[in-house]
């Protein structure tokens, strides 16, 4: 069985994900002191970072927006979740 991965992201650019800036940049300059010794874990989990907001997913800025991404997402799983079901058949 595959697997699906919808990035979403909360109340924060995807680009700022993806590039480690704004909140991001402060986030991993404390990571790094953190985990001193584990640059390779840091590395890591930049890399992943990019990685998920390279991905087609959904930005959620807006609190009207929980709506219609929920929607959104309901629709997608019951798609896949279809299409799963018919290759079984």
Known sequence: MGQIV???????DPS???KQTGSYADAFARHGERFNGETDRVIKWRVALTEAAN???WSLIHANMYVVL???LFKLI????K???SDHR
């Open 16 to 18: 700022d994900v993806g």
């Open 55 to 57: 991905l087609a997913g």
């Open 70 to 72: 929920f929607l959104d």
């Open 78 to 81: 019951l798609n896949n979740l």
């Open 6 to 12: 919808v990035p979403v992201f909360y109340d924060i």
């Open 83 to 85: 299409y799963e079901l």
